[in-house]
């Protein structure tokens, strides 16, 4: 199963560059009139809806609030296409909305895998692709060179892992850990790799690695392995689907030391599979907080839930809303015709923009540079800790 799914990304990749091959160029994306269209390639159904629905309501809460003055006469305009949260369905995604739908900008994917799956595309028809939550480092540098047309509003893995990392040794005296991961997905890697190195070379030891893939369900037995090598902490670097069934199970067997993972567990749907209980003594690096009192995060929770029947917004509405204002500001810079190729320079070049999840400068890597905020829960609920500069 896996290896054909494999052969399908790599068949509809080379399906997309073959069909493309002579498009690339100002061309290739674009409308020419009065309209900047941004193609949101995101998973709006599948494993990973949850971070993909999040990031489409915050973008449309932006661009309702950008339009009502423009950017210099233009106004934003959205075009859909849902992945499914697979990495085949995102390259498809990402060829339809360059040649057929002439979008500016692509949005997507709120994965670092369905991101991946777009990064070639991307750069060989020269349109800027943003992916608001892809924390994978090879999205945007792969092999020592920089990919010229992507970037992301979000931080990246090895930030990530590390301040979970110190978290770990700083707030619990943790001297071994267990890291067990989603061995199907690069975030997970990504952030098991940065959290192995920085708590190793602080002077902790790993005393269990262990793997599971997406859609497992049953973790039990792995589960006893980990409490028999009687770890400190552990660390579940995934995604919200298979992470609040470790929580749960693992309370179960009686596995009571601090958890915590990254900004994968962000979603309303955690608390309903794991239960309030079992998410207790857990903690998570996120992006922002609805709860920081800082006065630019509150007015975008009021707004967001004026619009969305009292509905908290979370970490992915949150970048999915800064993703919008982050493209306005650079069309607003590219100038009174802002080819994908403008909109690219004035990305690279955004400097010290006051966004909800901090304040946004793009280095060199076409990473932000921002901090990072951790959370805990406590009853069910999320409760900011602190914020964590790079």
């Not at 690219?344 to 010290?352: F, P, S």
Request: net charge negative; proline share 3%.
């Amino acid at each position: 199963m896996k290896r054909t799914k494999v052969s399908g990304i790599i068949l509809s990749l080379s399906l997309a560059m073959g069909v493309l091959a002579g498009c690339g160029g100002e061309d290739a994306g674009g409308t020419g009139d009065e309209a900047i269209k941004i193609g949101a390639n995101l998973e709006l159904s599948g494993g990973a809806a949850s971070y993909g629905q999040s990031i489409m309501e915050g973008m449309e809460l932006a661009i309702e609030e950008i339009n009502k003055d423009g950017i210099n006469g233009k106004k934003l305009e959205i075009e859909k296409y849902d992945n499914k949260s697979d990495a085949a369905e995102a390259t498809t995604g990402a060829l339809k909305l360059i040649t057929q739908e002439k979008v500016d900008v692509i949005v997507g994917a709120a994965t670092s895998t369905n991101t991946l799956a777009q990064v070639d595309i991307a750069n060989e028809n020269k349109v800027p692709l943003i992916t608001p939550t892809g924390t994978n480092e090879t999205i945007t540098v792969k092999d020592g060179k920089v990919n010229d047309y992507v970037f992301r509003t979000c931080f990246i893995d090895p930030f990530q892992g590390t301040v979970a990392a110190n978290f770990a040794k700083e707030q619990f005296k943790a001297k071994t850990a267990a890291v067990y991961i989603d061995s199907s997905s690069d975030y997970s890697k990504g952030l098991a790799a940065a959290f192995k190195k920085a708590f190793t070379d602080g002077g902790g030891k790993i005393v269990a690695e262990e793997a599971f893939v997406q859609k497992d369900t049953d973790f039990q037995s792995t589960l006893t392995r980990i409490k028999k090598a009687n770890p400190d902490f552990v660390f579940v670097p995934a995604f919200y689907e298979e992470v609040g069934l470790v929580l749960k199970q693992g309370r179960e067997i009686g596995l009571d030391v601090p958890f915590m993972g990254g900004d994968g567990w962000d979603s309303p749907k955690l608390l309903e599979i794991a239960g309030a209980e079992s998410l207790e003594n857990t903690f998570i690096t996120n992006h922002y907080s609805s709860g920081d009192p800082a006065e630019n995060i509150q007015k975008f929770v009021s707004a967001f839930k004026e619009k969305y029947k009292d509905k908290s917004p979370d970490a992915f509405a949150a970048l999915g809303y800064d993703t919008a204002y982050f493209i306005a500001d650079a069309v607003k810079r590219a100038g009174d015709n802002p080819t994908p190729e403008k909109i690219k320079e004035a990305l690279a070049d955004t400097d010290g923009l006051d966004l909800v999840s901090g304040k946004l400068t793009i280095d060199e890597n076409h990473n932000p540079i921002k901090a990072a905020a951790i959370l805990k829960y406590e009853n069910g609920k999320q409760i900011f800790e602190t914020n964590i500069k790079p």
